[in-house]
């Protein structure tokens, strides 16, 4: 035998955190056929796509089935209909001023916050946020950049910014000299964020110590605070130092339809190996058509419907209807005397579990006396043990009934 395999994927934990999930609720619900299990783990929505997204989706499909509207092979960076439709809704009312040829539309942020690492060099130094949505870390494992694991369950070539309640769940700036920084907020998974000026302070980092932010902001839409930005864009200097990525899956529900999209700027630029500046939109570009052949044009006209007067009406009412049941959730841990953290900004909320109980004891816990499942926080890394997510994703009144059920465990 002659083949070889990228060793670095042996470097990776056991198995995915939400394989790990559905394996323990899988095994439990064998066992007890006769119990309903209320899933507030893995954030997915459970609201349907809004009426006017389905009819411009319909009316998408019917263009393709008449030969005078027929689309075949879109651009891969996305139709610049819906380029420009996001720069008009999403960016310019907060002052900001985006080109389409810095928006690429795709699948999914998942997959763009995963393959963005592939045009940077393998001996970058990679910053993460701990507790961390665990695709940063494990696609840069896979790539190489992520040295060999410790006995805690860390990488020895990441660097790593606790986030706890001792610093109110916002990151210190890095120790260190580090090139590549990857923010979440609001944050999946503790649900806090960051107001402009501790923000700034990143971006000010990244300018002085010539890095890059990788700025996922996902969650954006379920921003309730004035002070919150929306966009990293929205600080001084920021397009020299950052990328930013978007999604319709929370936002509009697009889970099942998958469209997000990230924004290059063309003032990004990063070193060869001769030292000589190169864009990063460039590469980003040719990576994307290389690699992609872009989202399908009925699910780019359904998302460009999520901007009009009717669908953003629709869509704000279906994350109003997520914020309630966060904020249920909130009310009923706290009069039981347990701390949680996000829900206001976000459709998270990070609980502490009682009595230093560990993560994945809370789990098994609650999905045994309760039937609910949630999500252990030691999966999103060392800082997070100790803590359980549950999403505000569910029904108004399986929210409430996993509410009721909890209030009836002992903790």
Known sequence: MSVTINDSYLLLQDGYLFVEIARRLENFQKENPDKSVIKMGIGDVTKPLPKTVIKA??????EMGDPDTFKGYGPEQGYSF????????????????IDTDEV????????DTGNIQEIFG????????????????????????GGSITNDGTYKSIVYMPCTEKNNFIPELPKEPVDLIYLCFPNNPTGTTLNKKQLS????????????ILFDAAYEAFITENNVPHSIYEINGSKEVAIEFRS????????????????????????DSKGEKVSINKLWNRRQTTKFNGVSYPVQKAAEATFSPEGRKEIRENINYYMENAKIIIDKLTDLGLNVYGGINSPYIWVKTPSNMKSWDFF??????????????AGFGLSGEGYLRLTAFNTLENTKKAMTRISKIEL
């Open 57 to 62: 989706f319909k009316d998408a499909v019917e």
């Open 364 to 377: 098994d816990l609650l999905l045994n006396e309760a039937n609910i499942v949630g999500t252990p926080g």
């Open 82 to 97: 819906l380029a420009e439709t996001i720069i008009k809704n999403d960016f310019k009312p907060n002052g900001v001023n």
């Open 104 to 111: 690429f539309i795709s699948d999914g942020a998942k997959c």
């Open 248 to 271: 319709f899956s929370k936002t509009a529900g697009f889970t099942g339809t998958r469209c997000a999209y990230t924004i290059v700027p063309k003032e990004l630029y990063g070193l």
């Open 201 to 212: 302070n990143f971006v000010e980092y990244a300018r002085e110590n010539n890095s890059i």
């Open 122 to 145: 393998l001996n970058n130094k990679i910053c993460v946020t701990d507790p961390v949505y665990p695709v940063y870390v494990d696609t840069n494992v896979m790539a190489g950049r």
